[in-house]
């Protein structure tokens, strides 16, 4: 099943606001933890990946630290930029009954306006 | 490098045929994965493998949906007696190895629409 909880979109931001996209997920273990984003158009692309409980992933301006003790992987970006409006996944591995394979919430689509 | 490659871009057939689905992955990648994805969701998991073999099909909805593997390279689905409700764009993943902190890279995913 669906292991994985992420804000519903639309979010809305004006070009340099501090942007927060939640996601918390259910596992067993700890395993290594991913976000991936669909820019209009175009496939998934990996942004950015956690490996270990407390690690710090960083790509293109975006943060999100892997936290144990809430299963949270929240993504932040200080100051979004048009270009950032995208559809931002966050993807832990499946819980059952295999675990080699992604499992995907519905996405939060970002729109940045200017 | 060359990234994963699928064919068609896009397919239209009608309700009852059999389609089949091509994944070229990243050369010397072991582990392949299939998901779908309806609009307005997130992928869905379908099947991966390792090598050769299937070692989840878990994600198949059903038996009308298959997929090979048979040199541990190219992948191919199958959907036998399509039905509108398979409408959806496949993607298709690969990775070094499976699972840990091997990161997928998806093809640009095949649209199929069933009429």
């Known amino acids: 099943g669906n292991s994985v909880t992420q804000m519903e979109g639309p979010v809305t931001l004006s070009e340099e606001a501090f942007l927060t996209i939640n996601c918390t997920y259910t596992a067993t273990g700890y395993p290594s933890l991913f976000w991936y984003v669909q820019y209009p158009g175009e496939g998934l692309q990996l942004l950015l990946k956690a490996t270990k409980a407390d690690d710090k992933g960083s790509n293109k301006g975006f943060e999100a630290t892997y936290r144990k003790e809430t299963t949270s992987f929240h993504l932040e970006k200080g100051s979004v930029q048009v270009s950032d409006s995208a559809v931002y996944f966050c993807?832990?591995?499946?819980?059952?009954?295999?675990?080699?394979?992604?499992?995907f919430g519905s996405g939060t689509r970002l729109q940045v306006q200017p | 490098g060359a990234g994963v490659s699928q064919t068609p871009s896009n397919k239209v057939t009608e309700k009852g045929k059999y389609v089949e689905l091509r994944c070229d992955p990243i050369?010397?990648?072991?582990?392949l994965y299939w998901y779908r994805q309806s609009l307005g969701q997130g992928p869905e998991f379908l099947i991966y493998?390792?090598?050769?073999?299937?070692?989840?099909d878990s994600g198949l909805p059903n038996d009308r949906f298959f997929a090979v593997r048979p040199e541990g390279s190219v992948s191919t689905l199958k959907i036998q007696r399509t039905e509108r409700g398979d409408s959806a764009v496949y993607l298709c993943?690969?990775?070094?190895?499976?699972?840990?902190?091997?990161?997928?890279?998806f093809g640009p995913g095949t649209r199929l629409t069933v009429t």
């Open positions: 993943a690969s990775s070094l190895r499976a699972g840990g902190p091997n990161e997928q890279y």
């Open positions: 993807a832990p591995p499946r819980t059952s009954p295999g675990r080699r394979a992604l499992t």
């Open positions: 050369s010397g990648h072991t582990a």
């Open positions: 493998f390792q090598g050769t073999g299937a070692a989840d």
